[in-house]
């Protein structure tokens, strides 16, 4: 189809009357002077003008659906630069009041009880229990019930001159076989021996009476010369 052009009058003076017509509608205005020819131009089509210069208002924002409004994060590509903090505290629970860790078993205790008027010092040593009485350590307990449980019982801090005297309080005494050596100068009164409670008795006894048969001065660790 052909395009309609629209016809346009418009006349030179002022105040006077302006018939617009166009394809799509006629309209009379009376121009005056204050107002522009844009202004009358698109008065002319009101089919196709744009909102009035009054009437104009800001275009509405499309709204978000409120299923989505909490589940859009406002910066979800920047981390926040303070780092939280993680609590040091723990819950208190019946796990953590009441436990308790479990106490280590004392190898051979009333020993020790035989001994407590001499207030002995104790040292874990070799896996065992060292027993110190002044400077001196007299005995060890060990109690380890293992494949070299042979060696189970109290062993005395002797040497081997005293031997043969001990031997006759204590018939069982006999050297360590853990020490790899026929004849050791620690001995060791077995705890499977009948009599070991009575002989390991008869060695505190012996201690207490500061028997010079049993005990040794621990020889003291050179320091290291850089």
Request: proline share 9%; glycine share 4%.
């Amino acid at each position: 189809m052909a395009s309609v052009v629209p016809m346009l009058s418009i006349p030179v003076m002022p105040a006077s009357v302006i018939t617009i017509s166009t394809g799509r509608c006629a309209a009379s205005l009376t121009a005056t002077s204050s107002l522009p020819l844009k202004l009358l131009l698109r008065l002319s089509n009101p089919l196709q003008q744009p909102p009035s210069v009054f009437q104009r208002r800001r275009p509405r924002r499309p709204r978000k659906p409120l299923m989505m409004v909490g589940m859009l994060k406002k910066n979800p590509t920047k981390r926040s630069s303070v780092k939280k903090k993680r609590s040091s505290f723990i819950p208190a629970t019946d796990d953590h009041l009441f436990h308790v860790k479990p106490r280590k078993r004392v190898p051979h205790e009333f020993v020790l009880e035989a001994l407590a008027d001499l207030e002995p010092r104790t040292n874990p040593m070799f896996g065992c229990l060292a027993v110190y009485v002044g400077e001196k350590i007299v005995m060890i307990l060990r109690d380890k019930r293992d494949q070299t449980a042979a060696d189970d019982g109290v062993w005395l801090a002797t040497i081997k001159d005293h031997h043969e005297s001990l031997r006759n309080e204590f018939p069982n005494m006999r050297s360590i076989a853990v020490f790899g050596k026929e004849v050791t100068g620690w001995q060791v009164l077995p705890a499977d021996a009948p009599d070991f409670e009575q002989a390991a008795l008869r060695a505190c006894e012996l201690v207490a009476a500061k028997d010079p048969r049993i005990g040794k001065i621990p020889q003291k660790k050179a320091k290291r010369t850089r």
